[in-house]
């Protein structure tokens, strides 16, 4: 992909994570993501990774307690931020990767826990100007989600469990993602009613059906009987995949 599109991306996505607008479904499916975790993960001695870390707020939740922390993040000026936000906290155990994700290097069945959160899985696409690429058959077998995701689960321990936060394929969805990026300034440019929206300055956000999800860690080798959906609200699910011991 070119710097462009990916500097034009990483632009949009920062304004719209430390930006103060969120729309009130979003903020609940996040406060809801968030509580979910913390009840069952914070203060076990976990190896974790979270994919696409943003400006590390995960880490400094989990990094106190847990063995180690990984976080892996694409925007330079995030992966930096992280890096001085884990430094001042004083956590010697979490380390910033900087790059795109979908060439991580990751060692067999080392981590614990996966985390993909805050709608970050349906950013993962071949980024391109061009938006007749994103039909149903690519977003219910999207190559470069396969490719993130089939990584990632290798890098997980037999025991270990995944966890993404994505929206449901629904109006309300739909309807809050309009609102959050016409909003923060990034009007959509596609259209109303496909499964995605794009905006003019190359953010990308897809929803899911159960099906598409299936469907595309079907590809991973990952069968359904491992993955539940938990509702977090109307408009959002946290997508767990537990990896056979
Ligand atoms: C919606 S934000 C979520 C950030 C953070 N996980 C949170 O919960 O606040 C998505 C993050 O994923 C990063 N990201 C998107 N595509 C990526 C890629 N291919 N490789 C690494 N990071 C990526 C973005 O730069 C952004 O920081």
């Known amino acids: 992909m070119s710097d462009r599109l990916r500097q034009s991306e990483n632009r949009t996505l920062q304004n719209m994570l430390l930006g103060d607008y969120v729309p009130e479904l979003i903020r609940e499916a996040r406060e809801r993501q968030d509580e979910i975790m913390i009840e069952r993960f914070r203060g076990r001695r976990l190896r974790i990774a979270d994919i696409g870390s943003g400006e590390g707020y995960h880490g400094s939740i989990f990094a106190p307690e847990c063995e180690l922390y990984h976080g892996f993040e694409i925007a330079p000026e995030l992966a ?9 906290e004083g956590l010697s155990n979490a380390r910033v990767f ?4 979908a060439a991580a290097e990751l060692e067999d069945d080392f981590y614990d826990l996966v985390v993909c959160m805050y709608f970050t899985p349906g ?7 061009d938006l007749s690429l ?9 190559p470069v989600f396969i490719d993130i995701m089939s990584r990632y ?9 995944m966890f993404l936060t994505v929206y449901r394929d629904l109006p ?6 309009i609102d959050f990026y016409t909003t923060t300034g990034h009007p959509p440019v596609s259209a ?3 499964r995605y929206v794009a905006t ?3 953010f990308w956000s897809v929803r899911w059906t159960e099906q598409s999800m299936l469907s595309n860690l079907h590809d991973c080798r990952i069968g359904k009987n491992a993955v539940t959906f938990h509702e977090l609200n109307e408009i959002a699910w946290l997508v767990e995949i537990n990896k056979p011991a």
Request: glycine share 10%; charged share 35%.
């Open 80 to 88: 930096a931020m992280t890096r001085e936000r884990w430094q001042t």
């Open 98 to 101: 900087e790059g795109d994700v």
């Open 123 to 129: 950013n993962f696409r071949d980024v391109s100007e």
């Open 134 to 142: 994103y039909t149903d058959q690519y977003l219910d077998h999207n």
């Open 153 to 161: 689960y290798r890098a997980l321990r037999p025991g270990g469990d």
């Open 172 to 177: 309300e969805a739909e309807a809050a993602q």
């Open 192 to 194: 109303k009613g496909a």
């Open 200 to 202: 003019g300055d190359m």
